[in-house]
């Protein structure tokens, strides 16, 4: 069975700082797909990055990366220089092989930035 | 271009009525999956679609059914509405032939409540 699990229910970070929050995975699938989520007080789901599993460079896009240690089975966003607006609810979620339109997903983490 | 356009927004109903969520996207996705997100909690799979006229069970289908007689349309139904599907409703769709073709878009939702 799949699994995604996000240890930090809510985060805290100084505005301009970088943050982490953690995502960690378990699946016996070879080829898979993991996805962090952005879900403002507004409620909407808002794509922020993708890595495939034989992806050899992490994923980045703009303030965005993941750091992906397929070893470890981690999957962490990492956020560059924070801002008031990146406050929201995060998720990390895994698709399987040939699961197209089947996301798994974690329990969030609630960050919160501080001016 | 629309996206993925869920209706209605809210709903209330009481113990035992059915009513069904509407969801249509515009972007011809092979893919299209129901969300349910509970306080405290991710996204959970109900029900999802790879193409008009195939549909299987997720992970909580319990109470509900799909169809999936369109492309565009991938309607959600409660057959006898109980307080435990008092949710938020997330409809998605992807295409695995697309540029995008791992990124999931999801509607605003549909927060339901029943009493």
């Known amino acids: 069975a799949q699994k995604i699990t996000q240890t930090q229910p809510g985060m805290f970070v100084q505005e301009k700082e970088a943050v982490t929050l953690d995502c960690t995975y378990d699946?016996?699938?070879?080829?898979?797909?993991l996805f962090w989520y952005k879900q403002p007080s507004s409620g909407e789901m808002i794509f922020l990055i993708y890595?495939?599993?034989?992806?050899?460079q992490n994923a980045t896009e703009g303030r965005y990366s993941l750091n992906f240690q397929k070893a470890r089975k981690s999957a962490n966003l990492v956020i560059s220089a924070s801002q008031l607006g990146d406050s929201a609810m995060y998720f990390c979620?895994?698709?399987?092989?040939?699961?197209?339109?089947?996301?798994?997903f974690g329990q969030g983490t609630e960050l919160s930035v501080k001016p | 271009n629309a996206g993925v356009t869920q209706t209605p927004k809210f709903q209330v109903l009481k113990t035992g009525q059915s009513m069904t969520l509407q969801c249509a996207q515009d972007m011809n996705h092979e893919y299209m999956s129901w969300y349910r997100q509970d306080p405290g909690m991710g996204l959970r799979l109900i029900h999802y679609?790879?193409?008009?006229?195939?549909?299987d069970q997720g992970e909580v289908p319990n109470g509900y059914n799909v169809s999936r007689s369109t492309t565009e349309d991938f309607p959600l139904r409660l057959l006898s509405a109980a307080p435990s599907q008092t949710s938020v409703y997330f409809c998605?769709?992807?295409?695995?032939?697309?540029?995008?073709?791992?990124?999931?878009?999801f509607g605003s939702g549909t927060q339901l409540s029943v009493l």
């Open positions: 998605a769709s992807s295409s695995p032939s697309s540029p995008d073709n791992e990124k999931l878009f």
């Open positions: 890595q495939g599993s034989y992806d050899e």
């Open positions: 679609s790879v193409g008009a006229g195939i549909t």
């Open positions: 699946t016996s699938d070879q080829s898979y797909g």
């Open positions: 979620a895994m698709r399987g092989h040939n699961q197209g339109g089947k996301l798994i």
